[in-house]
C-alpha cells in the first residue's frame, strides 16, 4: 500500500511568488491536513480537508489556502511568498473523521530566497 | 500559549535501558493523543496512539501512558536501540477533526 506522496521534494522561490504544493494520501484515506514545521515555531497545523470541505483552520494569514479533490488529493497555495515562509511543509493523511491515526508524507523543503 | 508542551528538549540514555519521554498538555477536550518520531528533513512516523478513555497502550517495545488527572502522558521505549535516536513528538487531537496539536519534541540519543 504506497504511503502519502508529496511533490515536489525541494522548492526555490523568490519572494512575492506563489507556490503550490502537491499531496497524494493513502488510498482510501479521506482526510488531508497540512503542517508546517520551522526550527522556531515547531510542527504547527494549517488546515484540514475532509470531503473536499475545509474542516478545521490553524492560525495562518489568508495567503495560506488549500483545496482537495474528488480523489481526495490536496494541494496547497501559498501566495506573494515572504522570507518567513520557509520551511518543512508536511501532509497527513487518516482514515476517517476526527481521532484516528495520520500518517505523514517526505514533506516539502520550501526555501524562499 | 503552548497547549501540549515537551519539557525535556533532550534524553541520552544507554543502550538496553528504558526510555521515558514526557508531554504535558493543558486542554482537557484533547481525547486522542499520538506519538510520533522524526528524522530530519522527513514527515514524522507514527508509533502509538491512545485515546482518553484508556489509560494504557502497548505496542511492542513502546508503551504510552495516560494520566488524564494529571493531563500527563509518556511514552516508554524498552529496551531503547541505538535506531531509536531520533526526535520524538507527542501531538494531541480534539473530538471534532484531525487536526493536530504537536509538542516541541523531544531529542532522544540511544547509546551503544
Known amino acids: 500500500k504506497a504511503g502519502v506522496t508529496q511533490t515536489p521534494r525541494y522548492l526555490i522561490k523568490t519572494r512575492g511568488q506563489q507556490v503550490t504544493l502537491s499531496c497524494s494520501p493513502i488510498s482510501g484515506h479521506r482526510s488531508v491536513s497540512w503542517y508546517q514545521q520551522t526550527p522556531g515555531q515547531g510542527l504547527q497545523f494549517l488546515f484540514e480537508y475532509f470531503s473536499e470541505t475545509q474542516r478545521n483552520k490553524g492560525n495562518f494569514p489568508g495567503r495560506f489556502s488549500g483545496r482537495q479533490f474528488s480523489n481526495s488529493r490536496s494541494e496547497m497555495n501559498v501566495s506573494t511568498l515572504e522570507l518567513g515562509d520557509s520551511a518543512l511543509y508536511l501532509c497527513?493523511?487518516?482514515?476517517?473523521?476526527?481521532?484516528?491515526?495520520?500518517?505523514f508524507g517526505q514533506g516539502t523543503r520550501l526555501t524562499v530566497v | 500559549d503552548q497547549q501540549v508542551k515537551q519539557n525535556s528538549p533532550s534524553l541520552s540514555v544507554q543502550e538496553g535501558r528504558i526510555s521515558i519521554l514526557n508531554c504535558d498538555y493543558t486542554n482537557s477536550m484533547f481525547d486522542y493523543f499520538l506519538w510520533y518520531k522524526k528524522y530530519p528533513a522527513e514527515g514524522p512516523t507514527f508509533l502509538i496512539s491512545?485515546?482518553?478513555?484508556?489509560d494504557k497502550n502497548e505496542d511492542g517495545r513502546f508503551t504510552v501512558f495516560l494520566n488524564k488527572s494529571a493531563k500527563h502522558l509518556s511514552l516508554h521505549i524498552v529496551p531503547s536501540q541505538p535506531g531509536d535516536s531520533a526526535v520524538y513528538f507527542c501531538?494531541?487531537?480534539?473530538?471534532?477533526?484531525?487536526?493536530?496539536?504537536f509538542g516541541g519534541g523531544t531529542r532522544l540519543m540511544v547509546k551503544p
Open positions: 497527513a493523511s487518516s482514515l476517517a473523521g476526527g481521532s484516528a491515526e495520520a500518517f
Open positions: 491512545i485515546s482518553s478513555i484508556k
Open positions: 501531538a494531541a487531537s480534539l473530538p471534532s477533526g484531525n487536526m493536530l496539536t
